[in-house]
């Protein structure tokens, strides 16, 4: 800066504009390197788009003149709006139906996530359904046959407040996933307070002491602290039916913990599960079977980052033959 304040100020303009001029030739020259270009349309389950939307953000920034715009809306609006064409891509948390086969759906899993029975951190109750966990026929009776109706019975203690439990209104693949759990049942069998989406659920729970219901993991968890969002707590399950939570069920501190035990094995199926992309027959446009191609290869680093689960080599080969 010093030799430039010593030289005429002619020259010092001349040195400006060609530093500009470069810097906008160098930039020009890159984005006439990518010959991608164009719009993708993404909808559908909230499980699957923090995710989506991390990698559109990432896949822009490689293709400058690629635009993708993703929304949420539930699984049940991303396979309406893949199958009647609405959209490119749908999101979907849940595994595709006979009928949906039927009607031209097509799909790769791209994600592995869970969904979680969630509560206020705040519950009167919260000591002992941390040391004690709940069985999936404890919380069948709560959120299918409503026999359980307060936390002392469901808990074996004294208390005698009412357990409030909400469900999702949308269709979803949390609903789903979580009462195939339950006995193998399903959304519509699910008996509480409708609340429409992820977000809705999780800000239920926090205002509600006394309330229950579940989450995907994104929305239990924060993705940049690793911890338990403020408000929410998990509830953990007494897998071996025991009557407490075991050393070897313990595994809900942190996002990285309960990742771990989804793609281990130790967190059951359901309610872990494969996330979608789905689509009406195979894509044949050529910039959606790259950002599909992008996702498989690429992509899958942001996925941990995120707070979701990676597939295994072996699966993310299986997938990458169906984009060829």
Request: with cysteine.
């Amino acid at each position: 800066m010093k030799c430039l304040l010593n030289l005429p100020i002619f020259i010092i303009s001349i040195v400006i504009l060609l530093a500009s001029c470069g810097n906008k030739h160098s930039g020009n020259r890159d984005n006439s390197k990518d010959s991608l270009q164009g719009n993708i349309t993404i909808s559908g389950a909230f499980a699957l788009y923090p995710l989506v939307v991390k990698w559109a953000d990432e896949y822009s920034k490689l293709h400058p003149n690629v635009n993708i715009n993703v929304s949420a809306g539930g699984a049940g609006k991303g396979m309406t709006d893949a199958l009647s064409g609405m959209v490119e891509l749908g999101m979907y948390s849940k595994s595709i139906s006979e009928e949906e086969k039927n009607k031209g759906a097509w799909w790769i899993s791209v994600a592995k996530d869970a969904v979680l029975g969630t509560v206020s951190d705040q519950n009167p109750s919260l000591k002992d359904l941390m040391t004690k966990g709940l069985t999936k026929e404890q919380l069948y009776d709560v959120f299918i046959t409503n026999k359980t109706k307060i936390w002392g019975q469901l808990l074996k203690t004294s208390s005698k407040e009412e357990i409030n439990v909400y469900t999702r209104s949308d269709a979803c693949g949390a609903a789903e996933m979580w009462a195939k759990y339950l006995n193998n049942s399903k959304q519509e069998d699910i008996q509480a307070v409708g609340i429409n989406g992820d977000p809705g659920m999780a800000d239920a729970l926090k205002k509600d002491l006394n309330g229950i219901g579940y989450n995907n993991v994104v929305y239990a968890y924060d993705m940049n602290t690793r911890k338990k969002f403020p408000g929410i707590e998990v509830v953990p399950l007494d897998i071996n039916g025991n009557g407490k939570i075991d050393a070897d069920e313990s595994f809900y501190n942190s996002l990285d913990d309960i990742m771990k035990a989804i793609k281990d094995g130790r967190y059951p199926t359901p309610p872990s599960r494969d996330l979608y992309l789905i689509a009406k027959g195979k894509p044949e446009n050529k910039l959606v079977l790259n950002f599909l191609h992008w996702i498989l290869t690429e992509g899958q680093k942001f996925v941990p980052e995120a707070g979701y689960v990676t597939l295994t080599d072996e699966a993310l080969t299986t997938e990458k033959t169906k984009i060829q």
